[in-house]
């Protein structure tokens, strides 16, 4: 029996290509596919799936959220996150938050494919360097930057930020008030020392979490 694949990614032809792949390789077939965060959590509850490939930035619930509604409501769904994000900054997080996988867009398609056969066998999926980040995140007698400290939603709000997105864009984004984007804020702020959305961005220029 193939390996039943869903994925979601508000981009059309990163989703074409995924499918062109998977053409190729009589063992994976791709049961179907979504463009939004939402899509993302209807597709699980309305498909039979062996793997969810998932992106991280998508209109409505972002990646973040939907990876912890997915692992509430389907505990034995894998997820591999496929995203531009960088994986030194991001997999550690995203693994922490119960991703079976991390694989960059810019991969070789062959590795979709092994990360992908790699968790069918019920095994998680991480690149070396990956690897080499957790285990250093893991034994390193340094406190954790700041940011690691954010919970999801701070942490994507945090993103939004530093990409430069005002409160209100932020707010219809990840569908929540403009109240609630500033509540967030203001977390971010407190739990980073910092005092001003400049701040913010220079924050995360200096660590690389936005180029």
């Known amino acids: 029996m193939p390996i ?23 063992d994976i077939v791709l049961v179907a ?4 965060g939402s899509g993302a959590i209807d597709l699980a509850r309305n498909h039979e799936a062996d793997i969810f490939i998932l992106d991280l930035n998508m209109p409505g619930p972002g990646g973040l959220e939907v990876l912890a509604q997915l692992n509430s409501e389907h505990p034995d769904l894998p997820v591999l996150i496929l995203t531009m994000h960088d994986e030194e900054q991001y997999g550690v997080r995203l693994l922490k938050a119960g991703a079976a996988g991390f694989l ?15 968790i069918a066998g019920g095994r998680r999926y991480i690149s070396p360097s990956l690897a080499e980040a957790l285990l250093e995140h893991m034994e390193s007698p340094d406190p954790a930057p700041p940011h690691e400290s954010l919970s999801d939603r701070e942490f994507q709000v945090f993103q939004e930020i530093a990409k430069g997105n005002t409160t209100s864009g932020i707010a219809e984004k990840l569908s929540l008030s403009a109240k609630t984007i500033s509540t967030y804020r203001s977390r971010v702020l407190t739990k980073l020392s910092l ?3 400049a701040e913010i961005v220079r924050y995360a220029l200096e660590r690389g979490i936005i180029d």
């Open 4 to 26: 039943r694949v869903l994925i979601a990614d508000d981009h059309a032809i990163v989703r074409k290509g995924v499918i062109q792949i998977f053409s190729e390789k009589p």
């Open 104 to 118: 960059a867009k810019n991969a070789a398609p062959d590795k979709l494919v092994e990360a992908i056969r790699h």
């Open 195 to 197: 005092s001003s959305n």
């Open 33 to 36: 596919e979504a463009d939004t």
